[in-house]
T-cell receptor, first 113, second 113 residues
Framework: AQKITQTQPGMFVQEKEAVTLDCTYD???????LFWYKQPSSGEMIFLIY??????QNATEGRYSLNFQKARKSANLVISASQLGDSAMYFC??????????FGTGTRLQVFP | GAGVSQSPSNKVTEKGKDVELRCDPI?????LYWYRQSLGQGLEFLIY????????KSGLPSDRFSAERTGGSVSTLTIQRTQQEDSAVYLC???????????FGPGTRLLVL
């Protein structure tokens, strides 16, 4: 069965430091997509970054990068130079062959000054 | 351009009443998805529309839930005879076509008393 696992319920990071949010996945489908979304307290899910299963290079979007290790089935999100506005819930998700998103349980990130 | 919009933003109803939740996808997006986010179940897929194809209803939790998409654009999720366990945030997302990034709306917070 397809599954996303986020083992960190909460993380703290100091402003301007980098932080890594962990995500592992399980699928037998050779073609899949991995996503990270940010959900601030307002509730909206904001798309951050995408990695395709056949992509050779790790995805990057500004301060966000995805550390994709296919053999280990991990897709960790790295946020560099954290800002106070990065405090939010972060969800890892996988798009399966049916095009649905399967979400992890999320990690609550708190950035402190 | 405008993102995905949902209405109402909040809905309080009494157990046993019917509710309708509306989603306006990003203009030109052919795929539309409904998800539910609740404390106990996390984020779960409900239903998916792609163009003129038959919708994928595999995530609907019971026959009290139904959805339609008119004219390939606006979608309405209907919950009949609401139960307290239906209380959740209902999120709508759209993508330009299948297997593309899904962009979410702000959600409708439903509380069933």
């Amino acid at each position: 069965a397809q599954k996303i696992t986020q083992t960190q319920p909460g993380m703290f990071v100091q402003e301007k430091e980098a932080v890594t949010l962990d995500c592992t996945y399980d699928t037998s489908d050779p073609s899949y997509g991995l996503f990270w979304y940010k959900q601030p307290s307002s509730g909206e899910m904001i798309f951050l970054i995408y990695q395709g299963s056949y992509d050779q290079q790790n995805a990057t979007e500004g301060r966000y990068s995805l550390n994709f290790q296919k053999a280990r089935k991990s897709a960790n999100l790295v946020i560099s130079a954290s800002q106070l506005g990065d405090s939010a819930m972060y969800f890892c998700a996988m798009r399966d062959f049916t095009d649905k998103l399967i979400f992890g349980t999320g990690t609550r990130l708190q950035v402190f000054p | 351009g405008a993102g995905v919009s949902q209405s109402p933003s909040n809905k309080v109803t009494e157990k046993g009443k019917d509710v309708e939740l509306r989603c306006d996808p990003i203009s030109g997006h052919t795929a539309l998805y409904w998800y539910r986010q609740s404390l106990g179940q996390g984020l779960e897929f409900l239903i998916y529309f792609q163009g003129n194809s038959a919708p994928d209803k595999s995530g609907l939790p019971s026959d009290r839930f139904s959805a339609e998409r008119t004219g390939g654009s606006v979608s309405t999720l209907t919950i009949q005879r609401t139960q307290q366990e239906d209380s959740a945030v209902y999120l709508c997302a759209s993508s330009s076509q299948i297997r593309e990034t899904q962009y979410f709306g702000p959600g409708t917070r439903l509380l069933v008393l």
